[in-house]
């Protein structure tokens, strides 16, 4: 009784064609992303280490150690397509056409012994979707350490420094405040006091969307750092609707500055540090 | 009056990320029932603060975003569920100042001080549920 991985190694080449025969004839074909030849050498490779990894044994469990090389090559054909512009459904369907010509195969080779071609060809199915599902989860993979990285860069440059007047820093807080924001917040703020000497800082949270319990506790860290450095810490830009909510929740701000503006913080910033700022008298003298 | 539930939608949060997710759809639901200013930000800092909880002491769970009308009322009703260590005392939970994990300890007080409505029910070792409603003009 031939057994399906020995009809694979045996018609190895056939495979191929039949594979590429499937391909070629899919409507769904995107010769416009990879030439035919490219196609053909992708197959090859794959079929390849599939069928020479392939034995009685493993046929059965596709979590299988063996498949390792199938599993490292089918990540780097998910990875290489999706950055040829492949749709991960195309990629899906480029697997799945495999499984079509590998049925192929076995019914020719096992049209008298239904029994053991239906139970062969279960295995084989349950085989290649598995490694389908495998190039979805590469697809998926690239696209969040994308995310991931986004995040990184957001949380970067999102928090200037930036010093207003001598001895004033301003620092824009836009998009929620949590945890790790407020460290990179708190790190950039201490560091560019002490650069300039500032006695003065001003965080501003008009783009802070919601101030919760654990914001406000943030924002209180960093008031508390702040005057630790010697510097004095003014809370700006909060909201008449987050006025009414932080009272209701029962957070305490009254030991820290705070004003409605950024422009009303400047003017007390500008009134600690006895400046004074004037319009000047008489007609213009610059032209 | 009997409250009649008009659209619903469930969120999982497992992950800080989805906080953002939560807090956009609630803001949504609020806006659509014409919420005001005030009162939205009410809903989002206590949903806010429920779903902060969740992550930390519950290993996070699933939102129930529902928007409910009684009368001529519209609202917008929340329940968070996780399946945590739950609250071994309520009534301290529910003191202000009171925290386990070095907070403020506002969390579930001012929560309640933000809603119209507050149900808390816990039990140790299965998980916590948290119902909150604000009325759209309550």
Request: hydrophobic content about 45%; some cysteine.
């Amino acid at each position: 009784m031939p057994q399906a991985a020995e009809v694979f190694k045996n018609k190895q080449s056939v495979i191929l064609e039949l594979w590429m025969k499937n391909q070629l004839s899919d409507i769904g074909l995107r010769d416009d992303l990879m030439s035919n030849e490219d196609l053909r050498v992708q197959s090859e490779e794959l079929v390849d280490v599939l069928v020479s990894n392939l034995t009685e044994a493993n046929l059965n469990d596709p979590q299988s150690m063996d498949f390792e090389p199938v599993l490292e090559i089918l990540a780097g054909i998910s990875v290489s397509r999706a950055k040829q512009g492949f749709s991960p459904r195309e990629t899906g369907a480029f697997v799945f056409s495999l499984k079509e010509a590998l049925f192929e195969v076995l019914q020719n080779e096992l049209q008298n012994d239904v029994a053991t071609l239906y139970e062969q060809t279960l295995k084989i199915s349950r085989l290649v979707d598995n490694f389908s599902t495998v190039t979805f989860e590469t697809f998926i993979r690239g696209r969040e350490e994308v995310i991931l990285r986004q995040t990184d860069e957001i949380a970067e440059i999102s928090t200037p420094v930036i010093r207003v007047w001598d001895g004033i820093l301003a620092l824009p807080i836009i998009g929620t405040l949590d945890s790790a924001r407020t460290q990179v917040v708190m790190e950039s703020l201490l560091q560019e006091i002490v650069e300039t000497s500032s006695s003065i800082a001003i965080l501003d949270i008009s783009g802070v969307p919601a101030v919760d319990s654990l914001v406000a506790q943030h924002l209180i860290k960093a008031v508390s750092a702040t005057r630790l450095m010697g510097a004095e810490c003014i809370i700006s830009g909060i909201r008449p609707e987050i006025a009414q909510t932080i009272v209701h929740l029962g957070i305490d701000l009254s030991n820290i500055v705070t004003k409605a503006s950024l422009a009303s913080a400047l003017k007390f910033a500008f009134n600690t540090m006895r400046l004074e700022v004037r319009k000047k008298a008489g007609v213009s003298a610059e032209k | 009056m009997t409250i009649l539930p008009l659209a619903k939608d469930i969120l999982k949060v497992y992950k800080e990320q989805d906080v953002v997710l939560l807090r956009n759809r609630v803001k949504e639901r609020a806006v659509k029932i014409k919420m005001g200013l005030v009162n939205q930000t009410k809903l989002i800092t206590a949903a806010s603060e429920l779903v902060r909880n969740m992550l930390r002491y519950g290993g996070g769970g699933e939102v129930v975003v529902e928007v409910i009308t009684r009368g001529r009322d519209n609202g917008v009703r929340l329940v968070f569920k996780d399946q945590g260590p739950g609250i071994p005392d309520i009534k301290k939970a529910m003191a202000d100042g009171f925290s386990t994990g070095r907070s403020l300890g506002l969390g579930l007080p001012g929560t309640k001080r933000l809603v119209n409505e507050f149900d808390l029910k816990s039990e140790v070792g299965k998980g916590t549920t948290v119902t909150i409603i604000k009325w759209a003009n309550g």
